[in-house]
């Protein structure tokens, strides 16, 4: 087949060669119907492109789409946001890691591994595809655990610290350890199973530490005297005294007066016999005492 366009002065000549049935068609359109057809078809591509444009205006909610648009501003800054306050979180948590070994090691626990730490918890890792907030939490709960461990020991220790006749009873000058030593009385040697503190008269006794009183009365050769529990089979002991400030049952705390100096009982001067029994037998108190 072949196809033969011509142009003849105004029109469009087109002719059509069929070889195999040995037919031509001619075709002659004038070139002012083709000009026309191509601006009715420029025509019709720009009134449809308006309707089309119109049709999306009328459909489109404009308030919505620009509220959207600020909807999404807001978001991405929040997300920076987020993102700061993450890593500065993680930081914080590094710094709390440390400090937290440094108080399980202070207070005589086990210090946790890094590797451990960082899992959050005691089993498998986590998947490394969670996202970063799900292992700071993690993380965050085993360091509460942590730290509620280290609390509770502290707290254990301190009451045991507390319980513990630490503390010199009196303000003076020790005259007498404990230990085997001449009677002044009989001029024997015998055992003096505490220390004498000589102080003025009246100066107030203290107790070494907290307890609940057992006794406080008169015990012959020993005068106004009182004792206390301190727990943990620690009794301390504070005899020839002026005057008795507690009563039996009263719990006291390390520090507060419970008598004053005197001479009562079998003695040879103003002073304070000061004593300290673990499992009911008398130790020495200045193993006890800490200040000077």
């Not at 306050?85 to 914080?92: E, G, I, L, P, S």
């Amino acid at each position: 087949m072949r196809v033969d366009i011509i142009v003849l002065m105004e029109r469009l000549q087109i002719l059509v060669a069929l070889r195999r049935a040995n037919r031509v068609f001619n075709l002659s359109v004038p070139v002012f119907a083709l000009y026309l057809a191509g601006f009715v078809l420029v025509g019709f591509l720009f009134l449809a492109g308006y309707l089309g444009q119109v049709f999306i205006d009328r459909c489109t909610d404009y308030g919505l789409l620009n509220r959207l648009v600020e909807e999404n501003y807001r978001l991405k800054s929040k997300l920076a946001t987020y993102s700061a306050a993450v890593d500065t979180f993680r930081q914080f948590m590094v710094v709390t890691e440390e400090m937290d070994n440094r108080l399980r090691c202070a207070s005589g626990l086990h210090l946790i591994p890094s590797d451990i730490r960082l899992m959050g918890v005691g089993g498998s890792p986590p998947v490394p595809a969670e996202p970063d907030i799900d292992n700071l939490m993690r993380r965050m709960g085993f360091e509460e655990r942590s730290l509620a461990e280290i609390e509770k020991t502290l707290k254990e220790q301190e009451h045991r610290l507390n319980h513990i006749p630490s503390i010199w009873p009196v303000q003076g000058w020790l005259t007498s350890g404990f230990g085997m030593r001449r009677d002044p009385f009989t001029g024997r040697r015998t055992m003096h199973n505490g220390i004498d503190i000589v102080a003025p008269y009246g100066s107030a006794i203290v107790a070494a530490a907290d307890g609940r009183v057992i006794f406080s009365g008169w015990k012959s050769g020993w005068g106004r005297c009182v004792e206390l529990d301190h727990g943990n089979k620690i009794h301390s002991f504070y005899a020839h005294c002026r005057s008795l400030w507690v009563s039996i049952g009263d719990k006291i705390t390390r520090g507060k007066k419970v008598a004053t100096v005197g001479s009562s009982g079998r003695s040879t001067g103003t002073h304070l016999h000061y004593g300290v029994r673990r499992n009911g037998h008398w130790v020495n108190p200045r193993n006890y005492i800490v200040s000077h």
